[in-house]
Antibody, heavy 122, light 110 residues
């Protein structure tokens, strides 16, 4: 089955750190650009970061630049998001997403995981 | 970069057509044709229903259509059905490798 499964979310204090993981299966993970998007429950979506298929190109939203790091291990079919200096506004469900097209960044968020909830609160 | 502007809610009766607008600027929708739309049911992940302004992924009903004029993109759902009741989010590429979404629109089928 083609799927993405996120893990690693939880409750963290402001200023703390957390690492999210996303396990991919059912497709050739190393062929696709990958993204992280977050959503405050009941609110809109916000793009967080993206990484190219071979792990050499990364892009971040201005609000997380310098605090978050996206990475991937193609041998383990896994995408990561390392988050530092967390703030209350980072709270939300974090989705791992695959691009619609192989080896291109179309910004079309085609395959979504179920998400993992991150809550930043004291 | 501010979010794209969507109406918070729209409604329609079964069989009718509705249109959801998504307004941006010349830095996003007005310049790029990388506009996409997502359908989201409560407690579920969003699903891609329109990409590149007006293209539909395989398996998405042709009752869903997209268009763009100037800085505003639109999603039209024709022949409204009860299962169309969901949240709809628009998104657009932004200059300098960025991406923004709208605030989302709740569609109610009366």
């Amino acid at each position: 089955e083609v799927q993405l499964v996120e893990s690693g979310g939880g409750l963290v204090q402001p200023g703390g750190s957390l690492r999210l993981s996303c396990a991919a299966s059912g497709f050739i993970f190393s062929d696709y650009w990958m993204y992280w998007v977050r959503q405050v429950p009941g609110k809109g979506l916000m793009w967080v970061s993206r990484m190219d298929d071979d792990g050499t190109t990364t892009t971040y939203a201005d609000s997380v630049k310098g605090r978050f790091t996206i990475s991937r291990d193609n041998a383990k079919n896994t995408l990561y998001l390392q988050m530092h200096s967390l703030r209350s506004e980072d709270t939300g469900v974090y989705y791992c997403i695959r691009d619609r097209v192989m080896r291109q960044s179309t910004w079309d968020f085609d395959l979504w995981g179920r998400g993992t909830l991150v809550k930043v609160s004291s | 970069q501010s979010a794209l502007t969507q109406p918070p809610a729209v409604s329609g009766s079964p069989g009718q057509s509705i249109t959801i607008s998504c307004t941006g600027t010349s830095s996003d929708i007005g310049t790029y044709n990388y506009v996409s739309w997502y359908q989201q049911y409560p407690g579920k992940a969003p699903k891609l229903i329109i990409f590149d302004v007006s293209s539909r992924p395989s398996g998405v009903s042709n009752r869903f259509s997209g268009s763009k004029s100037g800085n505003t993109a639109s999603l039209t759902i024709s022949g409204l059905q009860p299962e169309d009741e969901a949240d709809y989010h628009c998104g657009s590429y932004v200059i300098r490798s960025n991406f923004i979404f709208g605030g989302g629109t709740r569609l109610t089928v009366l």
